[in-house]
């Protein structure tokens, strides 16, 4: 397999997949986090010092196959520019004749962005324009249909570059044109970029290589959402951490009073089944002990203590309570391997945020004394961002779907087409 490192892009156009899809003001349509642009910064400076140049290719937002002003992804030029330090020329169309002619014309240091892939049905291979309410027939032929044209597709951005670089992580766990079918067209001229690179040795330390004790802390809304990638863990951890919504899905299963708190009433065979495995397997499960009660789902309800199983009628758990904090933060900080998805409860309204503050400083404290600690998804990056710990934990991953899937032990369509 080629990789980025030793590959030498002299004189070589590079078609590179980016995640570009950041988000906007809705009114001035500027640039409000530029984290994933800068995330693919050592990539295309890679393939710029070398003396090649760079074709990026990326969607922006859902425009559903066509073409809308809102997602152009003209509004980030400013913000593209001012993070390589290069002026970018916009192609204005991801196919079509001025597209061809500029990557064709294309000079050794210059970076030409193509416009939003996702105006095409074929970038998905998903038929968006088949009208209101088509037949089941009507939709296997459109599907047969975008199939068909998204060859011509791929071939067309193909033809634009003589190498293709992967380095989109937030979609590589789609099997769309250009993050997995691309890729066939440039042999052994195809690689992953650095943020791939990064982000597959950090799920893979976890993964294969956890040094022990390895503790996983899943937290979020729901048990259906986290199944699988709990069922792959039970497989590698030592300790599993049990927190935020799901929390009361165990308890009631285990005969505990619940009050309002959220919980599925159709995955309780499923928790026990869960806990059963986790025994069978010599998992130590820890869940929450107490919580910080609500008596109504508000940033300004009324709150109390009481025991996750002993939920007052009324009120439903939003956090966990001190008791639990202390349990957990001990777990965590005797780990030496760490992997964190989702957080420990409501934690976008002040009241409900301090366990999952407390447990990310938790993952910083274990992780300033040598435990490697890996953060996953949205929710829980969001909470080390605010917590200002992205600098004290090892690795923050930028792909919330994509990771969740690899470390369910999926293989991701936009991985394969390159490691094969
Ligand atoms: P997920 O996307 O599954 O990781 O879930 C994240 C969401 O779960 C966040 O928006 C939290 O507000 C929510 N959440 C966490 N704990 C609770 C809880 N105890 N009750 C209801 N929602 C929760």
């Not at 570009?20 to 994933?36: A, G, I, S």
């Not at 309410?133 to 597709?153: C, I």
């Not at 995955?267 to 130590?284: P, Q, Y």
Request: charged residues 25%; neutral net charge.
């Amino acid at each position: 397999m080629q990789t980025i490192e030793k590959y030498n892009f002299k004189g070589k156009r590079a078609i590179i997949r980016v995640d570009f899809n950041v988000p906007l003001n809705k009114q001035t349509f500027e640039v409000t986090d530029d984290t994933r642009i800068r995330g693919a910064l050592p990539t295309i400076k890679k393939v710029l010092a070398d003396g090649g140049s760079a074709i990026l290719m990326s969607h922006l937002g859902r425009p559903d196959g066509k073409p809308q002003e809102k997602f152009s992804l003209k509004h980030i030029i400013p913000a593209v520019n001012k993070v390589l330090g290069v002026e970018v020329k916009f192609a204005g169309d991801c196919m079509g004749e001025t597209a061809k002619q500029m990557t064709a014309s294309i000079k050794p240091g210059e970076v030409v962005l193509l416009e939003n892939l996702r105006f095409y049905e074929e970038e998905e291979g998903k038929p968006y324009h088949l009208g209101e309410n088509p037949t089941e027939e009507e939709k296997k032929a459109g599907k047969a249909k975008v199939k068909e044209s998204q060859k011509a597709f791929v071939k067309q951005l193909a033809s634009y570059a003589d190498c293709y670089v992967n380095d989109a992580f937030g979609t590589a766990h789609r099997a769309h044109a250009s993050t997995a079918l691309i890729a066939e067209y440039f042999k052994n001229d195809s690689m992953f970029g650095f943020l791939i690179e990064a982000e597959l040795k950090a799920m893979d330390k976890v993964l294969n290589e956890a040094q022990r004790p390895f503790t996983a802390i899943m937290g979020g809304a729901k048990v259906s959402d986290k199944i699988l990638i709990i069922e792959n863990l039970l497989n590698r951890v030592d300790n599993l951490i049990i927190g935020g919504g799901m929390t009361y899905t165990f308890i009631k299963a285990q005969g505990g009073k619940i009050g309002n708190s959220i919980c599925e009433a159709d995955k309780l065979e499923l928790a026990l089944e869960i806990l059963n495995k986790a025994k069978a397997k010599g998992v130590k499960v820890y869940i929450p002990v107490d919580a910080v009660n609500a008596d109504a789902f508000d940033a300004n309800a009324n709150t109390c203590i009481s025991k996750t199983n002993e939920t007052p009628d009324g009120w439903m758990g939003l956090d966990i309570a001190d008791e639990t904090i202390k349990q957990f933060s001990s777990v965590i900080e005797n780990s030496k391997t760490i992997l964190w998805n989702g957080p420990m409860g409501v934690f976008e309204m002040e009241k409900f945020a301090k366990g999952t503050s407390s447990i990310a400083q938790a993952i910083a404290n274990a992780t300033a004394k040598g435990a490697f600690s890996l953060i996953g998804g949205g929710d829980s990056v969001a909470a080390i961002n605010k917590n200002k710990l992205a600098d004290k934990v090892s690795y923050v991953s930028t792909g919330g779907g994509a990771m969740l899937e690899y470390m369910e032990g999926k293989e991701l369509p936009g991985i394969k087409a390159i490691r094969g």
